[in-house]
């Protein structure tokens, strides 16, 4: 492939791959890739690798199940190293570990602070996912699933009424509490038919830029285009 032809392939024909979460942000496993693991990347959209110790070409989660779905793939300025982007279906290391760079190097700096931007709503939705699926651990929203989905709706419902009487009272930490009260029952919303926060963000990112205006009517872009504004 011709579009490969930039890449910098070391002397063994091999290129080194970060692989991140593209929903948080964090950094589930180092591989490396050839050509044909590229390609075959490339063709089918899920994750291909060159393993070293064995020789041959390995699809990640082809036989546990935990496959990568590539959302995209970078290279660096030197044009010797990739960043492939995922969709990771369960977990990336072969321990049982979300990511498999889950050990801390004794006497390094630890970041104690929690993840910010999007990548709060996936940690919040794992943390939900993993309520609703535990069978021992009793919890406010494990509780709101067994209490069953009328319950769970009814606290979206409360607390988008909590919001808009704390927009009414202008005050911003108000609004931003009760805000904060509203997505975590969003969350826990979407938990219940298990679906990601990643697709809410990526029909926002459709609508982006598209106007809400059509033949005079709103479309459910409103709101969310510069072009609305």
């Known amino acids: ?14 290129i080194p791959a970060i692989v991140q979460e593209a929903g948080t942000g964090q950094v589930l496993m ?23 110790s064995r020789g041959q070409l390995w699809q990640k989660g082809e036989t546990s199940g935990h496959v990568q779905q590539v959302r995209e ?8 190293a990739l960043l492939v982007l995922v969709k990771q279906e369960g977990v990336a290391c072969h321990t049982g570990e979300r990511s498999c760079f889950f050990r801390l190097l004794p006497g390094s700096p630890h970041l104690s ?3 910010t931007s999007e990548a709060i709503l996936q940690r919040l939705y794992e943390v939900i996912l993993d309520r609703k699926q535990s069978s021992s651990q009793k919890s406010y929203v494990k509780s709101l699933f067994e209490r069953g989905q009328d319950q769970v709706l009814k606290k979206v419902v409360e607390e988008a ?4 009487l704390a927009s009414k009272n202008g ?4 609004i931003l509490y009760e805000m904060a009260d509203l997505w975590f029952h969003a969350l826990v919303a979407l938990g219940w038919h298990n679906l990601p926060p990643e697709g809410v963000l990526q029909e926002l990112q459709r ?5 809400g205006l059509r033949s005079g009517q709103v479309s459910p872009a409103a709101g969310t285009s510069e072009q609305n504004a």
């Open 30 to 52: 180092l591989a490396y890739m050839n050509r044909e693991s590229l390609t075959q990347t490339l063709a089918t959209g899920l994750a291909h690798f060159w393993s070293r």
């Open 113 to 115: 602070n929690p993840p």
């Open 171 to 174: 005050r911003p930490e108000e």
């Open 207 to 211: 609508r982006f830029g598209v106007s």
């Open 1 to 14: 492939m011709e579009e490969l032809d930039e890449l910098q392939f070391n002397e063994q024909g091999l």
């Open 161 to 164: 009424a909590e919001v808009a």
């Open 73 to 80: 793939i970078r290279y660096d300025c030197d044009a010797d």
